[in-house]
């Protein structure tokens, strides 16, 4: 099982950049899917962005599309989220999880970080 910490959250002005972290530990995390999920106060979790093991299949929610880039670097165990021209609606927590396959649900992604919390101010 891989271990999961989020990092880079906070407070940004509408308009501002974040980068955010998905830290992992485990010899297999290259062979991991890690997918970025979200979930605002009173919400449901929603699906952000996804990187395939290799990193060469990626997926975007229409929502955060042209602005969000995911990316991973396998030799530091590390997936990224970054988020440019953030909005108000982007408030959320974040979390990143690990799975076998890359999917845009929550179901296969059985490693999952405690997340990270994200405000944008108007």
């Known amino acids: 099982q891989v271990q999961l910490v989020e990092s880079g959250g906070g407070l940004v002005q509408a308009g501002g950049s974040l980068r955010l972290s998905c830290a992992a530990s485990?010899?297999?995390?290259?062979?991991?899917?890690v997918g970025w999920f979200r979930q605002a106060p009173g919400k449901e979790r929603k699906f952000v962005a996804a990187?395939?093991?290799?990193?060469?299949?990626?997926y975007y929610a229409d929502s955060v599309k042209g602005r969000f880039t995911i990316s991973r670097d396998n030799a530091k165990n590390t997936v990224y989220l970054q988020m440019n021209s953030l909005k108000p609606e982007d408030t959320a927590v974040y979390c990143c999880?690990?799975?076998?396959?890359?999917?845009?649900?929550?179901?296969?992604?059985?490693?999952w970080g405690q997340g990270t919390q994200v405000t944008v101010s108007s």
């Open positions: 999880a690990a799975g076998p396959v890359i999917t845009t649900t929550p179901l296969l992604y059985d490693s």
């Open positions: 485990g010899r297999t995390f290259s062979s991991h899917a």
């Open positions: 990187i395939s093991s290799s990193g060469g299949r990626i």
